[in-house]
């Protein structure tokens, strides 16, 4: 069965950098090296929204709202995701969620696996 678990949030002054992870088990690495991998965040009273997308040939698609901030990656020796994230708005605050077997698209679905979340706050 597969499982993630995001690591990584925490509360941050505006500016600040994050990098948050998530690590999949249950998984083979023949099936997570084909897995398109994304994060999502969701704000108090905000539907979920993307946040970034790579799919299995490290091609990446990121929001508008965090382009030349964040950057996705993936180890897939260490069935891994990765979200780094700088520059630190208030409005980014957010409970972040990793999700695998996604579509190269920003959209949520509830196919996806999906992790429990980590909770990032930026302070102005």
């Known amino acids: 069965q597969v499982q993630l678990v995001e690591s990584g949030g925490g509360s941050v002054q505006a500016g600040g950098s994050l990098r948050l992870s998530c690590a999949a088990s249950?998984?083979?690495y023949s099936w997570y090296s084909r897995c398109g991998l994304a994060w999502f965040r969701r704000s108090p009273g905000k539907e979920r929204e993307g946040v970034a997308v790579i799919d299995q040939y490290g091609s990446t698609t990121y929001a508008e709202s965090v382009k030349g901030r964040f950057t996705i990656s993936r180890d897939n020796a260490k069935s891994t995701l990765y979200l780094q994230m700088n520059s630190l708005k208030p409005e980014d605050t957010a409970m972040y969620y990793c999700?695998?077997?996604?579509?190269?698209?920003?959209?949520?679905?509830?196919?996806?696996?999906w992790g429990q979340g980590t909770q990032v706050t930026v302070s102005p």
């Open positions: 249950g998984v083979t």
């Open positions: 999700a695998a077997g996604v579509r190269p698209s920003l959209y949520p679905d509830a196919n996806y696996y």
